[in-house]
């Protein structure tokens, strides 16, 4: 069974950084495409950063490049979201995704197969 668990957010101040963590498990881990989503009220869903574990490829959305950083720990199959310089338009809830058949990251029409269960980021001004 795919199991995608996200964890890390909360309230914080503008300015301010959080972690994310995403715990992977029942698929191939290190030859999979990972995927940070997010969804703010009223809005769709909107691709964030991704990694394809294969060859350790990344694709970042021009809104959060140079304050976003994607990471992973391949020993715990675990991807990181570290976002510093938090602003309140990053207010939304957070998903990672997976898929284990994509040899690149970069979201497009067809969704990613697997999603975590979302965790809330709150930027207060």
């Known amino acids: 069974e795919v199991q995608l668990q996200a964890s890390g957010g909360g309230l914080v101040q503008a300015g301010g950084s959080l972690r994310l963590s995403c715990a992977a498990s029942?698929?191939?881990?290190?030859?999979?495409?990972i995927g940070w989503f997010r969804q703010a009220p009223g809005k769709e869903r909107e691709g964030v950063v991704c990694?394809?574990?294969?060859?350790?490829?990344?694709y970042y959305a021009d809104s959060v490049k140079g304050r976003f950083t994607i990471s992973v720990d391949s020993a715990k199959n675990t991807v990181y979201l570290q976002m510093n310089t938090l602003k309140p338009e990053d207010t939304a809830v957070y998903y990672c995704a997976a898929d284990p058949f994509r040899t690149w990251c970069r979201w497009g029409p067809t969704p990613y197969d697997y999603w975590g269960q979302g965790t809330q980021v709150t930027v207060s001004s």
């Open positions: 029942g698929f191939t881990f290190d030859d999979s495409a």
């Open positions: 990694i394809y574990l294969g060859d350790g490829g990344t």
